[in-house]
Protein backbone atom coordinates (compact mmCIF):
# COMPACT_ATOMS: atom_id res chain seq x y z
CA UNK A 1 0.00 0.00 0.00
CA UNK A 2 1.73 3.27 -1.17
CA UNK A 3 2.46 5.43 2.22
CA UNK A 4 -0.17 8.28 0.79
CA UNK A 5 -2.79 5.82 1.62
CA UNK A 6 -1.92 4.77 4.72
CA UNK A 7 -3.42 6.03 8.32
CA UNK A 8 -1.76 6.45 11.29
CA UNK A 9 -3.72 6.96 14.70
CA UNK A 10 -2.51 7.87 17.56
CA UNK A 11 -3.49 8.56 21.16
CA UNK A 12 -2.22 12.08 22.32
CA UNK A 13 -1.51 12.76 26.40
CA UNK A 14 -3.23 15.41 27.13
CA UNK A 15 -4.37 15.90 23.39
CA UNK A 16 -1.27 17.03 22.44
CA UNK A 17 -1.61 16.66 18.87
CA UNK A 18 0.76 19.68 17.82
CA UNK A 19 4.39 16.93 17.41
CA UNK A 20 1.62 15.03 14.86
CA UNK A 21 0.96 18.32 12.89
CA UNK A 22 4.27 19.25 12.28
CA UNK A 23 5.51 16.22 11.69
CA UNK A 24 2.73 15.63 8.68
CA UNK A 25 2.55 18.54 7.37
CA UNK A 26 6.33 19.18 6.93
CA UNK A 27 6.66 15.52 5.03
CA UNK A 28 2.96 17.25 3.13
CA UNK A 29 0.68 13.92 4.51
CA UNK A 30 -2.62 14.90 4.81
CA UNK A 31 -4.58 14.21 7.70
CA UNK A 32 -7.47 14.23 10.05
CA UNK A 33 -7.60 15.08 13.71
CA UNK A 34 -10.61 14.38 15.96
CA UNK A 35 -10.67 15.74 19.43
CA UNK A 36 -12.42 15.34 22.71
CA UNK A 37 -14.73 18.20 23.52
CA UNK A 38 -13.71 17.72 27.09
CA UNK A 39 -16.38 20.16 28.17
CA UNK A 40 -15.31 20.13 31.82
CA UNK A 41 -16.81 23.52 34.36
CA UNK A 42 -15.33 25.67 32.03
CA UNK A 43 -16.58 28.54 29.79
CA UNK A 44 -14.66 27.47 26.86
CA UNK A 45 -14.73 23.82 26.65
CA UNK A 46 -10.50 22.33 26.08
CA UNK A 47 -11.33 21.22 22.77
CA UNK A 48 -11.53 24.67 21.64
CA UNK A 49 -8.59 25.72 22.97
CA UNK A 50 -6.59 22.95 21.31
CA UNK A 51 -8.66 23.50 17.84
CA UNK A 52 -7.13 27.08 18.01
CA UNK A 53 -3.52 26.26 18.59
CA UNK A 54 -3.55 23.72 16.17
CA UNK A 55 -4.55 26.26 13.69
CA UNK A 56 -1.99 28.57 14.53
CA UNK A 57 0.59 25.87 13.75
CA UNK A 58 -1.24 24.62 10.47
CA UNK A 59 -1.74 28.71 9.16
CA UNK A 60 0.27 31.62 9.71
CA UNK A 61 -2.43 34.10 9.28
CA UNK A 62 -4.71 32.38 12.12
CA UNK A 63 -6.28 35.08 14.49
CA UNK A 64 -7.08 33.62 17.66
CA UNK A 65 -9.54 36.07 18.79
CA UNK A 66 -12.64 34.41 17.11
CA UNK A 67 -15.97 32.54 18.02
CA UNK A 68 -16.11 29.26 19.23
CA UNK A 69 -18.40 28.72 16.17
CA UNK A 70 -15.63 30.09 13.97
CA UNK A 71 -13.11 28.23 15.45
CA UNK A 72 -15.03 25.05 15.09
CA UNK A 73 -15.82 26.51 11.10
CA UNK A 74 -11.97 27.05 10.53
CA UNK A 75 -10.83 23.86 12.43
CA UNK A 76 -13.23 21.57 9.89
CA UNK A 77 -11.66 23.09 6.98
CA UNK A 78 -8.17 22.00 8.14
CA UNK A 79 -9.31 18.47 9.08
CA UNK A 80 -10.11 19.70 12.64
CA UNK A 81 -13.21 18.00 14.33
CA UNK A 82 -14.25 17.97 18.02
CA UNK A 83 -16.75 15.23 19.35
CA UNK A 84 -19.47 15.75 21.67
CA UNK A 85 -17.68 14.95 25.31
CA UNK A 86 -15.05 12.22 25.09
CA UNK A 87 -14.42 9.63 22.78
CA UNK A 88 -14.92 7.02 26.34
CA UNK A 89 -18.32 8.93 27.26
CA UNK A 90 -19.78 8.60 23.41
CA UNK A 91 -18.73 4.96 23.20
CA UNK A 92 -20.99 4.08 25.92
CA UNK A 93 -24.06 6.77 24.89
CA UNK A 94 -24.27 4.35 21.58
CA UNK A 95 -26.18 1.04 22.92
CA UNK A 96 -24.39 -1.12 20.28
CA UNK A 97 -20.95 0.21 21.19
CA UNK A 98 -21.63 0.33 24.75
CA UNK A 99 -22.72 -3.73 24.50
CA UNK A 100 -19.55 -4.21 22.14
CA UNK A 101 -17.12 -2.78 24.83
CA UNK A 102 -18.42 -4.20 27.75
CA UNK A 103 -18.17 -7.68 25.89
CA UNK A 104 -14.54 -6.38 25.00
CA UNK A 105 -13.96 -5.78 28.76
CA UNK A 106 -15.86 -8.72 29.84
CA UNK A 107 -13.47 -10.64 27.65
CA UNK A 108 -10.05 -9.41 28.21
CA UNK A 109 -11.09 -8.64 32.35
CA UNK A 110 -14.27 -10.28 33.46
CA UNK A 111 -12.29 -12.62 36.00
CA UNK A 112 -10.42 -9.31 37.52
CA UNK A 113 -12.04 -8.41 41.01
CA UNK A 114 -15.11 -5.46 40.71
CA UNK A 115 -13.49 -2.24 42.32
CA UNK A 116 -16.15 0.21 41.24
CA UNK A 117 -19.30 0.25 39.44
CA UNK A 118 -20.94 -2.41 37.35
CA UNK A 119 -21.51 -0.56 33.37
CA UNK A 120 -24.77 -2.84 32.69
CA UNK A 121 -25.60 -3.47 29.07
Known amino acids: M ?4 SVLTT ?3 SQNNAPYVKF ?3 IGTPFTIITDRDPLDRDIP ?3 TR ?10 NH ?8 IITNGQAYGIF ?13 LPLKIAVCQ ?5 HGDRPRVGATIRA
Open 51 to 60: IDELLSLMNS
Open 82 to 94: KNNETLEAELISS
Open 24 to 26: LKS
Open 46 to 48: LSI
Open 104 to 108: ILLEK
Open 11 to 13: SAV
Open 63 to 70: VSDQSEAE
Open 2 to 5: PFGY
